[in-house]
């Protein structure tokens, strides 16, 4: 364990030092007789081979348009210009900056930095995308950060590293709810209040939320160290969104398309991201880029472009049916699976009772009778069961899509034509859990915990005792959309590439291999979250180890943790992939350290499917 020299006061120190940096003495700051100030850093992103997006953001003491210096340059203090310009600030796009600045050379480093009136940007540090032959390249991977619940440690060790040639974020960059919401008790112990106070609805609102975030010394920090290429998740806009509606938009919110055009106007003006083409829906965020031989990455939209309404347990999870023949009211008899439906039949809940280590159906009426009358409060060591059969029937209707056919035909296309141009990985960055996962079992989570998770989430307490029996974890993940994730794995398999699909979403890291009927197709690689809390750390408090419960159910799972936060580092060349999970050992406080916590390589093959995943040293 190595002690990190990334401090809050350090991410201060090294984001101030380089404006003090001459900012292109020679090149000409447009008048501006007001005051003005780059509080929000600089970020760059969307690299291409001869272009990159550039941003910041100035903040006039006074209303009205502010001219804007960009520059890019060879060097840090600026002075080698390669190219600049002028642009103006305006109320109209909150006073950000965004330029995609052209002509550059393939894999080439650069540096820029931007001047207003008598102020000057802090020096970002990014690079165009690389051609050819390559040796080695490193990506970190990072998504949900909930500034409520926690320090941005993560983004402060991710920006010491100088190693990194892209980092990307996979949504849940901001977190919509107020302080009366998700995390609003630790946001007042750690006087981490949302900005604002409220649940984010209107443009200002995220607007202003964005806005906090990028006042985060270590996230300005990670920006200006390296080119980004970013996402959204749910939590950019409300949480469990899919294109009609949200978990967390409710009908006195208003019209949930205002709600949406509102936060991804935010998102355009506040991250590093090319504007959607003309004539491209404002939605369509998916897009791939190429890093010469080495790896081409496929950027999902999994949220907002074509998603169906997931389906949740609280509302929709079916319980097991037993059928009971009562052509003899007095003494009514369990019909067994292989028997046929009779004229006096009736369905109840099927009532299972632990015997030893066994789970058996309750089958004798008179036993029968008056547990199912207190089916929503059962006796200890009596149980209701999920129906498998129904849930599956819910889940693989045609209807359920996640992509949406262009996202899928697009899909295909990047996979296939990155491997007929011999580039060795194909790297998916996708949103939510592709692997599939089987609920741990959590029956026995004690009432006091389950009563505080019910607070939480409405229905979960009943959803615990149903996990004696397996039935899919997260049905707003890829679980929910099994036809579409096979379609998916199809693609991958007929490509036949080396794929490796990266994860954010979960706040759990996560080393799964994807398979298919024929075998081992993919490895999936899920980050951690920056602050946000995963279902192990409520667990974790009652001494419930859910991770271990996760491995036990789901051999596809090689590895699970979601009690740290941090990132995933992953360093791709022609013979390997290292995967390594950085972690940082609070977030509590400003001072920590950093450590890896696991690690695993894949080799890739020359035929369909890489190779399987190998704990490294």
């Not at 990985?425 to 939510?432: C, D, E, L, M, P």
Request: a negative charge; one cysteine or more.
């Amino acid at each position: 364990m190595a002690k990190s020299g990334w401090t809050r006061r350090s991410a201060l120190a090294a984001i101030t030092a380089s404006s003090a940096a001459a900012c292109g003495r020679n090149i000409e700051t447009p008048a501006y007789d007001g005051a003005v100030a780059f509080n929000h850093g600089v970020a760059s992103g969307d690299p291409r081979h001869d272009r990159i997006i550039i941003w910041t953001r100035v903040t006039p003491e006074r209303a009205g348009a502010v001219p804007v210096r960009w520059i890019l340059a060879r060097n840090r203090e600026l002075t080698d210009v390669v190219k600049t310009g002028v642009v103006e600030a305006n109320e109209a796009r909150d006073y950000t900056v965004k330029v995609d600045v052209t002509g550059l050379r393939p894999g080439a480093p650069y540096f820029y930095g931007f001047r207003a009136g008598a102020a000057q940007s802090t020096t970002g540090r990014t690079r165009t995308l690389p051609r050819g032959r390559l040796d080695q390249l490193k990506l970190a991977v990072v998504s949900c950060a909930s500034y409520p619940h926690g320090f941005f440690n993560a983004y402060g060790a991710l920006a010491a590293r100088d190693d990194v040639d892209v980092v990307v974020h996979l949504g849940d960059y901001i977190y919509e709810y107020g302080l009366s919401g998700y995390g609003g008790d630790s946001a007042v112990a750690l006087g981490r209040i949302p900005s604002p106070e409220v649940e984010c609805l209107r443009l200002q609102d995220y607007r202003h939320r964005h806005a906090q975030y990028k006042g985060e010394a270590e996230l300005q920090a990670a920006h200006a160290q390296t080119p980004w290429v970013v996402v959204w998740d749910d939590h950019e806009v409300a949480n469990d969104s899919w294109m009609g509606g949200a978990e967390n938009h409710q009908s006195n919110e208003g019209v949930w398309a205002n709600r949406k055009q509102a936060a991804l106007q935010a998102y355009y003006e506040w991250m590093p991201i090319r504007e959607p083409e003309p004539g491209r829906a404002f939605e369509a965020i998916n897009r791939a880029f190429q890093f010469g031989d080495l790896f081409t990455l496929i950027m999902l939209e999994t949220r907002l472009l074509a998603r169906e309404q997931p389906h949740d347990y609280a509302r929709d999870l079916p319980v097991e049916m037993q059928r009971w023949n009562f052509t003899n009211p007095a003494a009514p008899v369990a019909l067994r699976a292989h028997e046929p439906d009779t004229p006096a039949m009736q369905r109840f809940p099927a009532i299972y009772e632990a015997i030893g280590a066994e789970t058996r159906p309750v089958l004798d009426w008179r036993r029968a009778q008056g547990l199912i009358q207190s089916a929503r409060a059962l006796p200890e060591g009596f149980f209701l069961a999920p129906d498998r059969a129904a849930i599956d029937a819910l889940l693989t209707h045609p209807d359920r899509e996640i992509l949406g056919e262009a996202q899928h035909v697009w899909l295909a296309e990047q996979l296939a034509q990155s491997q007929q141009a011999g580039v060795r990985w194909q790297v998916i960055g996708n949103q939510i859990i592709m692997a599939p996962v089987l609920a741990p079992d959590l029956s026995s989570t004690p009432a006091p915990l389950a009563a505080a998770l019910e607070r939480l989430r409405p229905g979960v307490s009943q959803l615990l005792k149903l996990t004696r029996f397996p039935f899919p974890l997260n049905i707003d993940a890829w679980d929910g959309y099994p036809r579409a994730r096979a379609r998916v794995l199809e693609a991958i398999r007929a490509a036949g590439g080396n794929t490796l699909v990266v994860t954010g979403d979960s706040h759990t890291a996560w080393a799964n291999e994807l398979t298919d009927a024929q075998g081992l197709v993919a490895v999936e690689l899920g980050a951690t979250s920056i602050t946000s809390p995963s279902e192990s750390d409520y667990f974790s408090a009652a001494g419930m180890d859910f991770s271990a419960g996760v491995r036990a159910r789901n051999p596809n799972v090689k590895w699970t943790d979601g009690a740290k936060r941090g990132f995933l580092l992953l360093t791709l060349s022609h013979e390997r992939a290292l995967a390594e999970y950085m972690t940082v050992s609070t977030i509590q406080s400003t001072e920590y350290e950093t450590t890896r916590s696991a690690a695993f390589t894949i080799a890739p093959t020359q035929g369909p499917g890489v190779g399987p995943l190998t704990e490294a040293s």
